[in-house]
């Protein structure tokens, strides 16, 4: 599967991004799905997942949780990751990713990821 990441961009302590995440192919929703970040000078980590198939369920990384919200609509093959309250260590590009298909466990890791986007830029002043 082709990966798509869009929306960053530069905004303020406390507010909002939602960045998008563009698939080909008929059978994106085989495939879990996940957003990951990398700030210069550090490793990529894992920010959140969400299973294949509806969705139903869903994974973040302590630093998002109660701010950040993962979600997909097959139907237009993409995946969203709604930002809120972002702060300045947010600031890093981000990356969306593709599971093997129909794994069986979402994976938090990069290397349990097989397809990449090519990153989206998000900064955050403070």
């Known amino acids: 599967v082709q990966l798509q990441a869009s929306g960053g961009g530069l905004v303020q302590a406390g507010g909002s991004l939602r960045l998008s995440c563009a698939a080909s192919?008929?059978?994106?929703?085989?495939?879990?799905m996940g957003w990951f970040r990398q700030a210069p000078g550090k490793e990529r980590e894992f920010v959140a997942a969400?299973?294949?198939?509806?969705?139903?369920?869903?994974y973040y990384a302590d630093s998002v949780k109660g701010r950040f919200t993962i979600s997909r609509d097959n139907a237009k093959n993409t995946v969203y990751l709604q930002m809120n309250s972002l702060k300045p260590e947010d600031t890093a590009v981000y990356y969306c990713?593709?599971?093997?298909?129909?794994?069986?466990?979402?994976?938090?890791?990069?290397?349990?990821?097989?397809?990449w986007g090519q990153g989206t830029l998000v900064t955050v002043s403070s």
């Open positions: 990713a593709a599971g093997p298909r129909l794994a069986s466990k979402v994976g938090r890791s990069p290397s349990e990821y097989d397809s």
């Open positions: 192919g008929r059978t994106f929703s085989f495939y879990y």
């Open positions: 969400i299973s294949w198939g509806g969705g139903s369920s869903t």
